[in-house]
């Protein structure tokens, strides 16, 4: 049974910074693509960031492209979200998740295609 737990959401003024960790149990990242979605209060679940399997390509939403850095600690089974220079529209929950990917490389970037999910981490960023 895989399980992942977010953690590092907050609250933060506009301009700063976060680190959100993906912590997983049962299931090594190394060798699954992982991505980050969040969903804002009335809005639905979209997509920010995917890191996919082996050789750690990184892709991201237009809307945070060279403002947040997805990565993976295999040593650690962890996958982390720096996020810089928030804006107040990225306030949302942020969901961490992994999909089985059929070859070395593949990356996932639509929620269904998505296996599995943790719980959600709130990151509040004020004006």
Not at 5 to 23: I, P
Not at 45 to 59: C, D, H, K, P, Q
Request: hydrophobic share 30%; aromatic share 12%; charged share 15%.
């Amino acid at each position: 049974q895989v399980q992942l737990a977010e953690s590092g959401g907050g609250l933060v003024q506009a301009g700063g910074s976060l680190r959100l960790s993906c912590a997983a149990s049962g299931r090594t990242f190394s060798t699954h693509a992982m991505g980050w979605f969040r969903q804002a209060p009335g809005k639905e679940r979209e997509f920010v960031a995917a890191l996919s399997w082996g050789i750690s390509n990184t892709y991201y939403a237009d809307s945070v492209k060279g403002r947040f850095t997805i990565s993976r600690d295999n040593a650690k089974n962890t996958v982390n979200l720096q996020m810089n220079s928030l804006k107040p529209e990225d306030t949302a929950v942020y969901y961490c998740a992994l999909a089985d990917c059929p070859y070395y490389g593949c990356y996932r970037t639509t929620q269904n295609d998505y296996n599995y999910w943790g719980q959600g981490t709130q990151v509040t960023v004020s004006s």
